[in-house]
């Protein structure tokens, strides 16, 4: 339990009405959207309405040594908004306007309690996109989304979160509240906090207001699906659409698995034989998206596809991005518990790293379906299980260890896009040694000496 | 003097034949590009041949508690490479091999002491670009550039050098080597320690191999030159560009002063009496930038330009270009001293800042010249000066001042693409305030406690 002293400083700052005690309330909080993972209930929850207030929540939690643990809604898949026993929760929901779009220097300036498609609503009338599009776009808030480096779907072209944040504002661990950034495209003034702190889940500072980029958005676009009986026969098309200079915004591929899965649940016409089915997208100029695209079914019949069919209308390619998007919830209703995992390898080594998973899955005998961005070689192994099966559930545990292990072995990494959190915490030092390790311990305690902000996740104290 | 014994145990590590002490030698190392800075002449200079070597001199360097200065070709224009009296220079100009291109992943592997432009031959033949060009782009080194994370014409489309670093290796301060990043697009995994060392001056840990992303070089481009007779026309020009979603490679402005000079410089027939002259170069696909070349004449008659010329071929194209890469050779030969700052606004603020350097030369009696890249706001004040004339100097200084408070007051940086090093630390409060200055300095004192590499630029010790 919080001490009743905490409580009452933390309802003067921040009003009765925006401060949570109630046990239903705390339960709400105890976890996030990351599977079979350990939930602590929070003593209290807060929305603080500005800047100010985020700040003083801060230096009440260093005066009473309380952790506080930052949350837009809840999407993370690392654990990482998860809180400790009896700590507080800082909810930024209430920070959700969205305070400036700046056409002239195409930026905007968002709270990060905004959720992402709200801004992409917002900028549409001036014809112009944010185009970072993690799977939870409708649902993540934009805090959240910097503070993970979110991915998603069209990262090979338009590159992730990072790319598209050109300045912060952000509540240090001592209570100071500092800027970074501002809406130059050249910024070299300083070591670069905006990049620090994006991706730093929150253990760093508390981002309280956020810059980010807009572009123009592309013209045209065409989808393409491609069949396979073959993953390296995928890969090799993977490869040849790149060495043939085409970047599409999208690439995604779905093994037997998913396919399987993802046919039953929305009939969107997917072979049920295909080892590997590829799903393709390039966008920009209409003159080029054409050409690319007559290329791109060129490419992928050279390279031995099954079967290539291109969306003649929206309608089509509606249906083919339908498959994609419900390759999870499809998945998720198969078995009690979906672990999701985000292990990334260079590109050219994703068929190696299909047929590794499929490996360990038969070794552990366990249901894995692997789908994702093949693009940028982020795939999302997904585990189908049941956390009340013990035995299986150990069995998942070897599994994703040796997931991470192999990743690494090819050259990639241990999240592409989820984070760290608490669940990989485990494997760093296997990316990092153990000096890569101490350093990232040793920012952490540079910024926030008393482990005051989204303790327990990325870093442990020694 | 450095003592005896330090000198030995360089040697010993790295062979007489690359450790230098003659003071001629010496004397090359005392200063770099940035103009009317003082010098200091370093007790040693050392060349390592690989990793090892380097973490070894760091060792060194730490166990006598001596500072290391890395180095590339030293084009620095804020002092960032000068080193202290009786330090050690470490020169990376031996680690100068391109260990890798693939095609596959669209990444090169260099050593930091390859020049940029020797990467964009090395992947031409593959129909790659490495984009970041700096004015500095046939001599300056990618370890440089990386660690200032250089700027250059092409910011506003393709980005500056940040966006291209995928990977490092660094050599930390306790001489302890570790690697960052990797071939995959997407990597979240602990804190973004690539982006943290690019543009950290050399100040954390000293880059030994550097992983670079590569793009399509685009298939056509296509130049145009804007005559203005007012300033504030040529801004609304550049702003109706971008709100006509056309994003060029490249959109330079020059001011008068700089027009005369150039054009009495290499005859490119610059119009004597424009008040500004804007270059733009579009790029990409064929189609495309025929249609943008022409939308983009269009928009600049409806914004009152006096003359719009398209460059027919690539004779004229050279020409326009030669014409600004020569502004600052040409403004250099006009007075022996050439102050060339890098203060940045964002782009609607262009005109404001060029008529506020008008009214800051005018006040102080100097003569600058004005001329940068109007499409990211990276504009180079140029005050033509002779830094013998202490009284000149003087007013030099109050400008400079006065051209940073602006450039801050108008929402922009100190600092575009030349960084802090010796020349703008006094500025840093202007724009972070003590909180974000000794934030600065506690990061550095996590990575660097002892201040052993570049010591005394970005932040001093407190």
Redesign the interface.
């Known amino acids: 339990m919080l001490a009743r002293e905490v409580i009452e400083d933390l309802i003067k700052v921040l009003g009765k009405e925006n401060v949570l005690t109630e046990q239903e309330d705390l339960l709400t909080y105890a976890y996030d959207a990351t599977a079979a993972m350990k939930h602590h209930k929070p003593g209290v929850v807060v929305s603080p309405l500005n800047t100010e207030q985020v700040a003083e929540v801060v230096k009440i939690a260093n005066r009473y040594k309380i952790p506080v643990y930052p949350r837009g809604s809840g999407t993370n898949l690392s654990g990482g908004t998860i809180p400790s026993e009896d700590s507080i929760v800082l909810s930024m929901l209430n920070l959700n306007k969205i305070l400036e779009v ?5 930026t905007a300036t968002v709270q990060p309690g905004v959720i992402i498609q709200d801004l992409n609503n917002a900028v549409q009338q001036f ?1 112009l996109i944010y185009p970072p599009d993690p799977g939870t776009v409708t649902t993540a808030t934009m805090g959240g989304s910097v503070s ?2 979110s ?1 998603g779907l069209r ?2 072209k338009y ?2 979160t ?2 598209y944040i050109m300045g912060l504002q952000v509540v ?1 661990a001592n209570g ?5 950034g ?12 905006v ?2 702190f ?3 889940e929150g253990t ?1 500072g508390i981002i309280t207001e956020i810059l980010v980029k807009l ?2 958005a592309p013209e045209a676009r065409k989808s393409i699906m491609a069949v396979f009986d073959d993953v390296d026969k995928a890969g090799k098309a993977i ?1 040849s659409i ?2 043939n ?1 085409i ?1 599409p915004a999208t690439l995604e591929i779905m093994d037997n698995v998913t396919i399987q899965t993802v046919e039953h649940f929305v009939h969107a016409g997917l072979p049920l034989n295909a080892e590997a089915v590829l799903l393709i997208e390039v966008d920009g ?1 209409k ?2 998206v054409e ?1 690319e695209a007559v290329l791109v079914e060129q490419i992928l019949k050279e390279e031995q596809a099954a079967d290539v069919k291109i969306a003649k209308d929206d309608k089509e390619r509606d249906l083919l991005w339908l498959a994609r998007r419900s390759a999870l919830p499809a998945l998720a209703q198969k078995r009690p518990t979906t672990v999701l995992e985000d292990a ?5 080594k994703i068929p190696d790293m299909i047929k590794a998973i499929r490996k360990i899955a038969d070794k552990h005998k366990l249901n894995i379906a692997t789908f994702g ?1 093949a ?4 795939l999302h192994p997904t585990i189908l299980t049941d956390e009340r099966d013990l035995d299986e559930m150990k069995r998942v545990h070897l599994a994703v260890d040796e997931i991470f292990q192999t990743a690494i072995s090819l ?10 959190g608490v669940a ?1 915490m485990k494997y ?1 030092d296997w ?3 153990e ?2 390790v101490a ?2 311990r ?2 952490k ?3 926030d000496p008393n482990y005051v902000l989204n303790p327990g996740k ?1 870093v442990r104290r020694d």
């Open positions: 700046d056409q002239d220097n195409l014809g993970e480096c991915g990262g090979l590159g992730v990072k790319h240090l100071e509240v500092i800027r970074w501002g809406k130059t495209v050249k910024n070299v003034t300083g070591y670069d906090l990049a620090l994006t991706g730093a760093l572009i123009p490869a790149i060495r200079k970047i100029y003159e080029v050409r990334t390898v260079p590109r050219s961005h693009g940028d070689g982020n050259g990639g990494t241990l999240s592409g896009e989820h984070g760290i990989k760093l990316e990092f040694g000096a890569g350093l990232l040793s920012m305690e540079a910024l990325i």
